[in-house]
T-cell receptor
Framework: GENVEQHPSTLSVQEGDSAVIKCTYS??????FPWYKQELGKRPQLIID?????GEKKDQRIAVTLNKTAKHFSLHITETQPEDSAVYFC??????????????FGAGTQVVVTP | KAGVTQTPRYLIKTRGQQVTLSCSPI?????VSWYQQTPGQGLQFLFE???????NKGNFPGRFSGRQFSNSRSEMNVSTLELGDSALYLC??????????????FGSGTQLSVL
C-alpha cells in the first residue's frame, strides 16, 4: 500500500521567512496530493491540493510542487506570519472516478513562526 | 450549512470496555472516513464508508469496526478497549470517496481516554 513520509517533523521560522515541507510517497500510481493545516485544538482543513497532471499550483502565499519522477511533493509558504503556526499534513492517494483508494497521510510537520 | 458533527466530544473509559462514536456528515455528503490521531503518529486511516458500504479499511485490529446508515450518518465502535486506544478520533465527510480527489471536511473529533 501507499506510504507517505513527511519532513521535517518540526520547523521553526522567523516571521517573513519562507517555510518548506517535503513529502515522499511510495505508490507510483498515486495522483492526488492534498495538504491539510491543523491549528492547535482545531480540526484539519484543506489548504491546497495538486493532481499529477500539474507540476505546480499556487494560492497566494502557499504553493505546492510535485515531482512525479522522484515521487515527492512539497509545500512552500512564503512571507510567513504568526497565523501560519500549525501542524501541516501531506497526503497521497490513487484518485480517479472509480478509485476506492485510501488517502494516506504523512506524520505531520509542526510549524512555528516566531515574530 | 452545518459542518461535520461528532459526538460525544470527550469520553473516558476503562480497559476492557467498549465505546461507540457517532458522526453526522455534511448534508449531501455520502462518504465518511474515520481517522485516529495520536501525538507523533499523524492521522491513521481507520476506514471509509460510502453508500452504507465499507470501501476501505486501514491496518487496525478487528476490535475497530464501523457502519454507515442510509442517511449517511456513521458510527465507529471499539471493543475491548486498550490503553493504546487513547486518541483523538476524527471523522471526515466528502461528497464522494476522498481518494477521488474530493475535499475532506473534518469534524472536531472525539477525544477518547482509556484508563
Amino acid at each position: 500500500g501507499e506510504n507517505v513520509e513527511q519532513h521535517p517533523s518540526t520547523l521553526s521560522v522567523q516571521e517573513g521567512d519562507s517555510a518548506v515541507i517535503k513529502c515522499t510517497y511510495s505508490d507510483s500510481a498515486s495522483n492526488y496530493f492534498p495538504w491539510y493545516k491543523q491549528e492547535l485544538g482545531k480540526r484539519p482543513q484543506l489548504i491546497i491540493d495538486i493532481r499529477s497532471n500539474v507540476g505546480e499550483k499556487k494560492d497566494q502565499r502557499i504553493a505546492v510542487t510535485l515531482n512525479k519522477t522522484a515521487k515527492h511533493f512539497s509545500l512552500h509558504i512564503t512571507e510567513t506570519q504568526p497565523e501560519d503556526s500549525a501542524v501541516y499534513f501531506c497526503a497521497a492517494s490513487r484518485g480517479g472516478s472509480d478509485s476506492w483508494g485510501k488517502l494516506q497521510f504523512g506524520a505531520g510537520t509542526q510549524v512555528v513562526v516566531t515574530p | 450549512k452545518a459542518g461535520v458533527t461528532q459526538t460525544p466530544r470527550y469520553l473516558i473509559k476503562t480497559r476492557g470496555q467498549q465505546v461507540t462514536l457517532s458522526c453526522s456528515p455534511i448534508s449531501g455528503h455520502r462518504s465518511v472516513s474515520w481517522y485516529q490521531q495520536t501525538p507523533g503518529q499523524g492521522l491513521q486511516f481507520l476506514f471509509e464508508y460510502f453508500s452504507e458500504t465499507q470501501r476501505n479499511k486501514g491496518n487496525f485490529p478487528g476490535r475497530f469496526s464501523g457502519r454507515q446508515f442510509s442517511n449517511s450518518r456513521s458510527e465507529m465502535n471499539v471493543s475491548t478497549l486498550e490503553l493504546g486506544d487513547s486518541a483523538l478520533y476524527l471523522c471526515a465527510s466528502s461528497l464522494v470517496p476522498s481518494a477521488q480527489g474530493e475535499k475532506l471536511f473534518f469534524g472536531s473529533g472525539t477525544q477518547l481516554s482509556v484508563l
